[in-house]
């Protein structure tokens, strides 16, 4: 009789935990106050589409053709002009541009795409956003969580992520720490991925691309940018992103792609042509943001919280100190007031003694989260 196999584990074995399932009975207790939940935990747009992107929607809903992988050249050259006259990135060409379902989409599977695999290296962030750990899993590549390339030794990852803005802690690399980066993983021979999905989502000085001519010295070889126009143009439920930089690379990426039928829809890409031509809403939308972050962190340090970094993204990352309650214990207190904020621990055991408070609530729940923080 032949011996049977051992059965290969589920890819979903191979997964972290979900972190949002331990949210749910904190979130049942916040639901239940009498004023009605305040939910901070989410970095969800709640305000409404702008009036240029449904206009393009509604211009491209007859769309009965399959759309291009590679997308549509119009989208592809919004994608450049605007990189150039927002944030200063020159030499910048279409074939460099692939527009994707969303920004999270292309984080889980570039690993897959590029064919990393068992035995390779993924390194990203100390405090980072769950899904550079979820891509590295999926197939079944080792990871690292630090902020320091000395603490790799003499180890060449596979990829590096860095994420500025950063999710959760809304800090800025500054260009010379890019600059430093971009020429370590070049000297190696590194992909280097920069997340760059909150880079208009900026309070207190600019955020840069590692695309800018300043830091990546005017080659893009070697590092690819991730956006999204979930967060600057409330658009999460059209799900449209982009990535941009190597020319090789995005080639790669376009070949399997192609392959795999992952298309952005027809309309969505003549939607984001739309939306990258118009900086009126964008800026509109970032008062907004502005004046509720101000009302939240008000409230927050009026309360003995101190807030850490935060100068850009749609958070704030926010502490009592190490000596004071570890971040389950301050999300129960809030929930109890019914407020609902993300454990800095889903980020990261770094984040053990911050909370990750968002403030893409509208007006009235803002200013309800600030009115029952006085109490605490």
């Known amino acids: 009789?032949?011996?049977?196999?051992?059965?290969?584990?589920?890819?979903s074995a191979q997964l972290p935990d979900f972190p949002w399932d331990k949210l749910t009975s904190y979130a049942a207790t916040a639901r239940a106050h009498p004023d009605g939940l305040v939910d901070l935990?989410?970095?969800?747009?709640v305000d409404p589409?702008?009036?240029?992107?449904q206009a393009a929607l509604r211009a491209a809903a007859d769309s009965p053709g399959y759309p291009m992988t590679v997308g549509l050249p119009e989208a592809r050259q919004a994608v450049v002009d605007w990189f150039a006259r927002d944030h200063g990135v020159t030499g910048l060409e279409i074939d460099q541009v692939l527009p994707v379902i969303g920004s999270k989409e292309l984080i889980a599977s570039l690993p897959l795409h590029l064919g990393v695999g068992p035995g390779d290296l993924v390194v990203y962030p100390e405090l980072a956003y769950p899904t550079y750990e979820v891509g590295a899993a999926v197939v079944g590549a080792r990871t690292l969580a630090s902020d320091s390339l000395t603490a790799l030794g003499p180890e060449t990852p596979r990829l590096l992520w860095i994420n500025s803005p950063s999710n959760p802690t809304g800090r800025v690399l500054p260009k010379d720490h890019l600059r430093k980066v971009v020429d370590w993983c070049r000297e190696r021979g590194v992909l280097l991925v920069s997340d760059e999905?909150?880079?208009?989502?900026?309070?207190?000085?600019?955020?840069?691309?590692?695309?800018?001519?300043?830091i990546c010295g005017g080659s893009h070889d070697g590092i690819l940018a991730v956006h999204s126009l979930s967060k600057r143009s409330n658009l999460a439920g059209y799900r449209c992103a982009f990535v941009a930089g190597?020319?090789?690379?995005?080639?790669?990426?376009?070949?399997v792609r192609k392959n795999l039928g992952l298309q952005m829809p027809g309309p969505q890409q003549r939607v984001l042509a739309a939306v990258l031509g118009d900086d009126k809403h964008s800026l509109e939308q970032h008062e907004r943001y502005a004046a509720r972050r101000?009302?939240?962190?008000?409230a927050l340090e009026a309360t003995g919280f101190t807030i850490d970094h935060s100068e850009a993204s749609l958070?704030?990352?926010?502490?009592?100190?190490?000596?004071?309650?570890?971040?389950?214990?301050?999300?129960?207190?809030?929930?109890?007031?019914?407020?609902?904020?993300?454990?800095?621990?889903?980020?990261g055991s770094a984040g053990s003694q911050h909370v990750r408070v968002a403030f893409t609530a509208t007006d009235e729940r803002v200013a309800a989260a600030a009115e029952r923080l006085a109490r605490l």
Request: aromatic letters at 10%; a negative charge.
């Open 315 to 347: 958070y704030l990352w926010a502490t009592r100190g190490a000596d004071g309650p570890d971040c389950w214990s301050t999300v129960a207190e809030l929930a109890d007031l019914g407020i609902l904020v993300a454990p800095g621990s889903f980020y």
């Open 1 to 11: 009789m032949r011996a049977q196999r051992a059965p290969k584990p589920s890819v």
């Open 246 to 255: 190597d020319r090789s690379v995005i080639a790669e990426l376009l070949a």
């Open 41 to 45: 935990s989410v970095g969800t747009p």
């Open 49 to 53: 589409t702008p009036e240029v992107a």
């Open 197 to 214: 999905c909150y880079i208009e989502c900026s309070w207190e000085g600019p955020s840069y691309s590692v695309l800018h001519p300043d």
């Open 294 to 298: 101000a009302t939240l962190r008000s």
